[in-house]
């Protein structure tokens, strides 16, 4: 017997890591070197104050049952305290914040909780991958906000094509961005918040890397700007500012109805978030500062050690002020991005993602992860200048 997908899997769009992930895979059972640049999960360990925490929650039954939707009451306070602290905007524990099974779960649900069939929703390219399958699965239709270098890689919303405005209920934004690494300031976030009142359109911005940032540089949230909260939730993660990437954890915080609407599909599809990473999540937000001020300085020394290595191949790479990655034009004389990425695993053992894979605005990109250590950096740009 045969069973077909669903129409809403065939709509997605073709996943174009195929050939990659193939000779990636060869190259590792060859037992070849492999640099693996490629994916944004964080190396280092979770600081061992939070997996204390969660082991001494684990040991009391009274964590062991099934956990409140809306989370408890003791995180959604800790993450109002933090949010207060960080970015000086009060939010109600109990309506204006919401704990997630990962911000990516949040993201992933939140069409569903506001969009009809038919229904259009903005979604920035290159872009984060979940924003566009969400908008499919909710029966939406993706209108793509090209993410260009000329427009410090924020979306142009007076380009938008007014028949889409009409249609239009939702906006994902993503700064720090990812896969780009561009960093948004109050100005645009201002143009933001006015353009989704004027047009009725929720805001969404992911603020996954809200804390990976350099040089002193910090991030501001949305929800700073006057009228934000009536507008605009925010998506946080634990994942990428604690290293706690596979814990699940995050949180969602605005408007409280949006937040209310993704909070009854989630009642409807998950049961919660295990009390003892919620309890070890407080500890994170509570006292985890210094761990996360070494973990910035980390991805700083590794931004500097392989932006001048590979600009001093000749590459042209301005340093990220803030994320992770690092978001790479092509080198003079190269134009495909699959086939520059095939080139450095075939001839180098280099893992990088092609960024057209990210939306077609990312052709003539690749995206490289801070995610190695300084030798494996070191070691990336010596076999680079082998190569190119
Ligand atoms: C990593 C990442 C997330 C993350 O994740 P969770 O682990 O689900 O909290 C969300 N958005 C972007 C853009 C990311 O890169």
């Known amino acids: 017997m045969r069973i077909e997908k669903a129409d809403r899997l065939q ?3 073709p996943y174009l890591f195929v050939e990659i992930d193939k000779a990636k895979r060869k190259a590792k059972e060859q037992g070849r070197d492999i640099i693996d640049l490629g994916v944004g999960d964080p190396d280092q360990p979770t600081p061992s104050r939070i997996i204390e925490k969660l082991y001494a929650a684990a040991q009391d039954p009274a964590n062991h049952h099934y956990a409140l939707d809306a989370g408890m009451p003791i995180l959604r306070e800790a993450i109002a305290g933090w949010y207060a602290r960080r970015f000086n905007v009060t939010l109600d524990p109990d309506t204006e914040v919401l704990p997630l099974l990962g911000s990516k779960e949040g993201l992933a649900h939140l069409p569903l909780g506001l969009i009809n069939p038919g229904e259009t929703v903005l979604v920035p390219e290159p872009g984060y991958p979940p924003y566009r399958s969400a908008t499919i699965f909710a029966g939406g239709r993706p209108y793509y ?46 143009q933001a918040v006015k353009f989704a009142q004027k ?66 599909v989630k ?25 996360l001020q070494n973990l910035v300085k980390l991805y700083q020394r590794r931004r500097d050690l392989l932006c001048q290595g590979l600009n001093s191949l000749g590459w042209k790479i301005i340093p990220p002020r803030a994320t992770f990655y690092i978001w790479a034009k092509l080198p003079q004389g190269h134009r495909d991005s699959i086939k520059f990425a095939q080139t450095l ?44």
């Open 145 to 190: 906000l090209p993410l260009l270098e000329e427009n410090n890689f924020l979306p142009q919303l007076n380009k938008i094509k007014s028949s889409a405005l009409t249609k239009a209920k939702l906006m994902f934004l993503n700064y720090p961005n990812n896969p780009t690494a561009a960093t948004a300031e109050e100005k645009f976030f201002q």
């Open 199 to 264: 047009h009725k359109i929720a805001i969404a911005q992911d603020a996954a890397y809200s804390e990976i940032a350099f040089d002193g540089y910090r991030p501001i949230s949305i929800l700073e700007i006057a009228g934000a909260k009536d507008v605009a939730v925010e998506f946080h993660s634990l994942s990428k500012t604690y290293n706690m990437a596979g814990w699940r954890i995050g949180w969602v915080c605005g408007d409280r109805e949006i937040i209310a609407h993704l909070g009854q």
């Open 267 to 291: 009642a409807n599809i998950d049961s919660g978030i295990f009390q003892a990473i919620q309890i070890a999540a407080v500890t994170a937000l509570d006292t985890a500062a210094g761990d």
């Open 345 to 388: 695993l075939k001839q180098a053992g280099i893992v990088v993602t092609p960024g057209v894979g990210f939306g077609p605005s990312g052709e003539g990109y690749i995206r490289m992860a801070l995610t190695v250590s300084e030798g494996k950096l070191e070691e990336t740009v010596a076999r680079i200048k082998k190569i190119i």
């Open 11 to 13: 709509k997605l769009p």
